[in-house]
């Protein structure tokens, strides 16, 4: 939580929020005498956008935080595995919308869960 910033907020009942970010982009690979250019997924938080209301820096918070990052790195497996069975290059940025969707729809979900 020292990542994030204090920030006042207007909204209620939130206290903090995670953004998180995932991609994907080329990877050049050698095996053996063989370079393959590859598909990476990456997953990362973005603490320059992560906020907390001053005062709730509480371990509480802290393990909510890190389970919508915990949800987003599952999504980023997942989107690897797509990449890596690909038929064609063009279903790239369809196969990242699909399970970035997925992401946002189990995050907010997992958000009006909260406590």
Not at 4 to 15: A, D, K, L, M
Not at 37 to 56: A, E, H, M, V
Not at 71 to 83: F, N, P, S
């Amino acid at each position: 939580m020292t990542d994030f910033r204090e920030r006042e907020i207007s909204f209620e009942n939130t206290t903090s929020e995670l953004k998180y970010v995932i991609g994907y982009k080329t990877r050049k690979e050698k095996i053996n005498d063989t370079v393959v250019f590859r598909l990476q997924s990456f997953c990362y938080t973005d603490t320059q956008l992560s906020w907390i209301k001053p005062g709730f820096k509480a371990p509480q918070n802290l393990q909510y935080n890190q389970v919508i990052f915990n949800i987003a790195e599952l999504y980023r497996r997942k989107l690897q595995y797509d990449l890596d069975r690909l038929g064609s290059c063009f279903s790239v940025e369809t196969a990242f919308k699909h399970q970035y969707e997925a992401l946002n729809n189990e995050v907010e979900i997992s958000q009006k869960s909260k406590p």
